[in-house]
């Protein structure tokens, strides 16, 4: 018999316990996740992009920390990517602005006209939470991203300030300064809103 069956069946069993954790975890961070992507990026679409690939980098790295971790550690993976997908379009757009500018367009059919904006109310926002949200959503865009994450992070996310920090790459000062100024500023835009 094998002495080392024992061990390996607790072994077995443990993995399986943190398989069915993170199951949850992700499960359960899903839905704020895409909602957090999209007001970032500003696109369902590229939301939904971004938030698979911050879950596949998320476990693919991180799935063996303490649980206790990854809250903050896929905020940081999500973030990452949203980060990315700006880079990526601001070198796109600037691409796009130098051939505009060689080829010229003589009576061309802008191809970007037929491209939705991105800013624009989406359907599900006229469903699903109304004028307020709408507002809230409009002011939301409106934050510095770093103003933006850590309200995203605090108050939807409910983390504390030290993993907020932890999420966000900085001091738990300065998360306390971005979620200051993010407060003072969407106060502002909603009184004015809301008359």
């Keep these: 018999m094998d002495s080392d069956s024992p061990a390996r069946s607790r072994s077995a069993a443990a993995a399986a316990r943190n398989h069915d954790a993170l199951d949850a975890f992700l499960r359960g961070v899903e839905r704020r996740a895409l909602r957090m992507a999209e007001i970032g990026v500003g696109s369902r679409d590229d939301a939904l992009d971004i938030v698979q690939d911050s879950m ?18 896929f905020h940081r993976v999500l973030d990452s990517r949203m980060l990315d997908f700006h880079r990526r379009h601001q070198v796109r757009s600037r691409w796009l602005g ?38 809230l959503d409009g002011a939301l865009r409106t934050l510095p ?12 996310e409910g983390l504390d300030v030290a993993d907020t920090a932890r999420a966000m790459a900085c001091s738990e000062g300065s998360v306390k300064t971005h979620l200051s100024r993010a407060m003072t500023s969407l106060r502002a835009q909603l009184e004015q809103h809301h008359g």
Aim: glycine share 4%; net charge negative.
């Design 145 to 156: 991203n770093r103003q933006r994450q850590a309200f995203l992070l605090r108050v939807w």
């Design 98 to 135: 130098w051939i505009d500018r060689i080829v010229g367009r003589d009576g061309d059919e802008d191809a970007l006209a037929n491209v939705a904006d991105p800013r624009a109310p989406q359907p599900w926002q006229h469903v699903a939470d109304g004028e307020t949200a709408q507002a």
């Design 56 to 73: 596949l980098t998320f476990v693919r790295n991180y799935r063996d920390k303490p649980a206790a971790d990854w809250a903050p550690l």
